[in-house]
């Protein structure tokens, strides 16, 4: 089975590279992009369905896990996530 990183990798719909979508998903769901910018996230998310599935999964897992509430994790979850963003955020 393909993922969608490897469907998304190289891959150049309409000006705008998957990678640079990838890059702007978060502006683009919270709607902070500029016209210019969001009118180029839609025409590559017109001509690219590996990005369309990939922006559907962001909003999937925005609905899910906005529902999560601090108290919801046990302490090791904690643990791990505040560990994972800090490696995260070191790279």
Same mark, same amino acid.
């Given at each position: /089975?393909?993922?969608?990183? @490897?469907?998304?990798?190289?891959?150049?719909?309409?000006? !705008?590279?998957?990678? $640079? &979508?990838?890059? &702007?998903? +978060?502006? *683009?769901?919270?709607?902070? !992009?500029?016209?210019? @910018?969001?009118?180029?996230?839609?025409?590559? &998310?017109?001509?690219?369905?590996?990005? +369309?599935? *990939?922006?559907? @999964? /962001?909003?999937?897992?925005?609905? #899910? #896990?906005?529902?999560?509430?601090?108290?919801?994790?046990? $302490?090791? /979850?904690?643990? $791990?996530? &505040?560990?994972?963003?800090?490696?995260?955020?070191?790279?």
């Amino acid at each position: /089975m393909t993922t969608i990183w @490897q469907r998304i990798r190289g891959r150049q719909p309409r000006g !705008l590279t998957c990678i $640079e &979508l990838v890059e &702007l998903v +978060t502006d *683009y769901l919270e709607g902070d !992009l500029d016209d210019e @910018q969001r009118a180029r996230v839609e025409r590559h &998310l017109a001509g690219c369905d590996a990005c +369309t599935a *990939y922006i559907e @999964q /962001m909003r999937v897992t925005i609905s #899910v #896990v906005g529902k999560i509430e601090v108290d919801d994790l046990s $302490e090791a /979850m904690k643990s $791990e996530l &505040l560990h994972a963003f800090r490696d995260w955020s070191g790279s």
